[in-house]
């Protein structure tokens, strides 16, 4: 079983920055592909950044140039550097694992609120 808990949401105003932080358990940490996905009020979950276990980056196109996803192996932490905050960012945050090998994230965090005012 792989746990995650994320930490670091918060309250912003517009063009701030925020750093999110997910905590995974196991050891074998590095096997795993690594995303955040948001969800904003009234809307679906979507599709946020990943990482892979080699370090391939992937973004949505509207954090593109503003969220930067990294990975440090010997913590077990993922982390989400948000800057240029936009309101429309306003969501609760999660991140989530799948092993390398598999199609789906079958792990996921409880998830961190992150408010951006105007």
């Known amino acids: 079983q792989v746990q995650l808990v994320e930490s670091g949401g918060g309250l912003v105003q517009a063009g701030g920055s925020l750093r999110l932080s997910c905590a995974a358990s196991?050891?074998?940490?590095?096997?795993?592909?690594m995303g955040w996905f948001r969800q904003p009020p009234g809307k679906e979950r979507e599709f946020v950044a990943r990482?892979?276990?080699?370090?391939?980056?992937t973004y949505a196109n509207s954090v593109k140039g503003r969220f930067t996803i990294s990975r440090d192996n010997a913590k077990n932490t993922v982390y989400l550097q948000m800057n240029s905050l936009k309101p429309e960012d306003t969501a609760d945050y999660y991140c989530?694992?799948?092993?390398?090998?598999?199609?789906?994230?079958?792990?996921w965090g409880q998830g961190t609120q992150v408010t951006v005012s105007s």
């Open positions: 989530a694992a799948k092993y390398w090998t598999s199609t789906e994230y079958r792990y």
């Open positions: 196991g050891r074998a940490f590095s096997n795993y592909n």
């Open positions: 990482i892979s276990w080699s370090g391939d980056r």
